[in-house]
């Protein structure tokens, strides 16, 4: 007997997977964090120095508007991935009656792939169009010049490139000569999530921010202090971040072998993802007492104090996790709630960490 459809606004809940967000969101609250504690270390400018002193500090509620636009974006990147991958695993045979993960809309029959499609389109257009406006930098009131950063508009073109390049499929890629390109396909997901709801996700805000600073007092512009160990929150952020992605591809692997799915639980093993996810999960943790305490508590021209020991107290949330993914022989189905259970604990490390920063650093 065919399972009854859900109402349609359901059904595109399901399709866009909104429970994911948090992977989007956890890094850019990190990035925040790191940009207004650089940003009240920052020295003041030197009064022999040609410079108006206000210009060199970059308001708060700056950060806090440029925080939310990126934010936005990352989570429009996150629901058309997302709504694409639907799409694009169903028409290339990966997504089966035979799947053993969370209901798909378009395998399901709730939805058709031309729908998804549109709706993967219409989320990426939106992700755009909120994206750019980062890239473009205004010059003062009276000032007409615009200054476009490549950098940024080189983040946010691949960003949107990526997301349907991670599953791949005849569209849209198809009409450019590219439908066989797949990220995640080929084994490439783990660093692509590495990459870019890791890294480029948590550094964006703080390089923002540093930019803004240089923008308006270019005759003091320095790196701002703190950002130089940013980098090292980034990977801790992106490590949890790729775990979540592990135990999913560590759940698929068998009916990803007869879809031609090569990620690296295929192309490496049961065994190796296994000690993958506790390794991206373990790493964090003591990557953060490294910092603390390793060269005595100074890195970046900063001084690293406890407030960067507060995600410590998520580490309890991880034994489960890693009982049954590392340690443990749960596999299949039964590995559905350590999928969610992984990004809860990426997002508690992150609340942690942003909110003891902002408190305490």
């Not at 009854?4 to 606004?9: C, K, L, Q, S």
């Not at 991935?81 to 798909?104: C, E, I, P, S």
């Not at 559905?336 to 650093?361: D, E, R």
């Amino acid at each position: 007997m065919a399972e009854a459809r859900p109402p349609t606004w359901k059904v595109w809940m399901l399709a866009s997977r909104p429970h994911t967000l948090t992977a989007s969101i956890s890094p850019v609250l990190v990035g925040y964090a790191l940009s207004v504690t650089s940003m009240s270390q920052a020295p003041t400018v030197d009064v022999n120095v040609d410079v108006d002193i206000k210009t060199t500090f970059v308001p708060h509620s700056s950060i806090l508007d440029i925080t939310l636009q990126f934010a936005m974006f990352c989570m429009l990147i996150q629901l058309g991935t997302n709504l694409h991958n639907d799409y694009a695993d169903f028409v290339k045979g990966a997504d089966t009656v035979a799947r053993v993960g969370q209901a798909r809309a378009t395998q399901k029959g709730w939805l058709t792939p031309n729908q998804t499609a549109r709706g993967a389109t219409i989320t990426l257009v939106a992700a755009l169009a909120v994206g750019m406006p980062l890239a473009v930098v205004f010059g003062e009131e009276n000032d007409v010049d615009v200054t476009v950063d490549r950098w940024m508009v080189f983040m946010v073109l691949s960003s949107v490139f990526n997301a349907v390049a991670y599953t791949g499929g005849p569209y849209p890629l198809g009409y450019i000569g590219l439908g066989r390109v797949s990220i995640g396909y080929s084994g490439l997901g783990d660093l692509f999530v590495f990459l870019y709801f890791g890294l480029v996700a948590t550094l964006t805000v703080p390089y923002l921010t540093q930019s803004l600073s240089c923008e308006s007092a270019p005759a003091s512009c320095q790196t701002l202090p703190g950002l130089g160990f940013a980098f090292v929150a980034a990977v801790c952020v992106g490590c949890l971040g790729t775990a979540i992605i592990v135990v999913n591809n560590l759940r698929d692997r068998h009916t990803d072998i007869l879809a031609g799915k090569r990620t690296t639980a295929v192309r490496f093993g049961e065994t190796f993802s296994r000690i993958q996810y506790g390794v991206l999960v373990l790493l964090p943790y003591a990557m953060l007492l490294v910092l603390r305490y390793g060269g005595g508590g100074h890195w970046g021209g900063a001084t690293v104090s406890n407030a960067w020991l507060a995600p410590l107290a998520s580490l309890p949330l991880s034994v489960p996790h890693l009982r049954a993914v590392a340690f443990g022989g749960k596999d299949g189905a039964d590995l559905n709630p350590h999928v969610g259970g992984t990004a809860l604990l990426q997002f508690a490390y992150c609340v942690l960490l942003s909110t003891s920063l902002l408190l305490f650093q």
